[in-house]
């Protein structure tokens, strides 16, 4: 368990997320900007505080016009332009953002690779080709670099499967830069157990509530992540709506879809353009069988943004159910298009698959899903009802033991793997669940 955590005042909470907006913004990790800014802006303080300037490295300002050239190529997403731009620059911002334009570069050459994201070749063909000469030039530095190097070196290290070398990385990472969410966020989806997520050496900072929140809801510890986001609900967070989206999340997976969906709507009031977690919100309706506000959500989201994964996503369980699977399929397959890495797109698209009979397309789809997240247990619940429904028991066994490790409480799971050890004639067995 890490130490105690003494509890800041409301404005030094604002400064030290207005300072992790800043210096994450400068560096172009855009998402953890985003989310620092959005949190500043739901804390309620007498003061304004004015976002503050950044700790530069000594190097930094005899290159800092390169840099910022640099900088706007890579907002530009001109990633390889990027990279050259910062080819004789020394300092650690700019070498940070060098590497950083190189990964990027290497994920969207990779992307561009996939012609189609599923019946083509398998996902392992397709990597990122600078991995290894970003692991070799990061690790030439690894004494020397900040918290953002190690961050970086933390992603590589994950990409490359190397877990254990890459949890340590983004520990160096957060020890360094505290205010760094984006190692907190990888890290936590790098703990695979309870005991591993409490048990990790993290720093005595109050961003630990927010890992831990994080953390639990990625290994489905409802109790303890409904706990966290409650009270961080609780202590100046109230108007965030990412907290709001959390705690949607959390009442998602406990089954609890009123909750979710006073939530997810509460969400909407307080950002109606937000697409983010828009799709689990589609899931919730679905499951509530509430076809006109599923209707109304999809137009919504095809307003804001039609090409968003989320916006598919919605479509895609709109038209399931409608009945109409070709089309959810064509929806889902977009999302996955879209973005790849989104595993409930994939595991929707395989129980698409399964409604029209292609268990070979649903299989694939459901191993996409789990390589997106491990953790998700209704991909192996959809692997298990697959095999079963191709009368391979053993296979279909295999695939509810691991549902059952992840999410023993649900019923669907505990009675799918019942039947199996009863098909299996393992009475027993069945009889111990």
Known sequence: MAAHVES?????LKKDLLLCFRECSDKGLLHAANWAIELANSIATV????????????????ESIQYYVGKSLFDLREFRRAAHALIDCK???????????????????????????IGTVEPAEFVNKELLGLKSALATRAGQLDGYGYYLYGIVLKELKQAEDARQMLLKSVHLCPLLWSSWQ????????????YGLPVPAHWLRDFFLAAGSLELLLTDDALAYYTNLSQVGFGSSSYIHSQLALVHYHTKEFNLAAANFECVRSLDPYKLTTLDTYSNVLF?????????????????????????????????????????????????????????????????????????????EAYNRGLEANRHDFRAYYGL???????????????YYKQSFKLKSSDPRVLYALGYCYDQLGQVEEAKRL
């Open 8 to 12: 800041p005042t409301l404005l030094q």
């Open 47 to 62: 003061e304004q505080p004015a976002v503050p300037d950044v700790h530069r490295s000594s190097l930094f300002h005899a």
């Open 91 to 117: 300092s650690d911002e700019a070498f940070f953002l060098r590497s950083y334009s190189l990964y990027f570069a290497g994920e969207k050459a990779k992307e561009d690779e996939q012609v189609d994201v």
């Open 186 to 197: 990888e890290l936590a989806k790098l703990c695979d157990s309870r005991d591993m997520l």
């Open 287 to 363: 499951v509530m069988e509430r076809l006109n506000d599923l209707c109304r959500l999809a137009q919504d989201a095809v307003k804001i943004d039609k090409y968003r994964a989320e916006t598919c996503s919605v479509l895609g369980n709109f038209y399931s159910l409608e009945g109409d699977h070709e089309k959810a399929v064509a929806y889902f397959r977009r999302a996955v298009r879209l973005n790849r890495h989104d595993q409930s797109a994939w595991i929707l698209l395989g129980h698409e698959y399964l409604e029209l009979k292609n268990c070979t397309m649903a299989i």
């Open 384 to 398: 298990g009802h697959t095999y079963e429904i191709l009368k391979m028991p053993y296979f279909a066994l295999h």
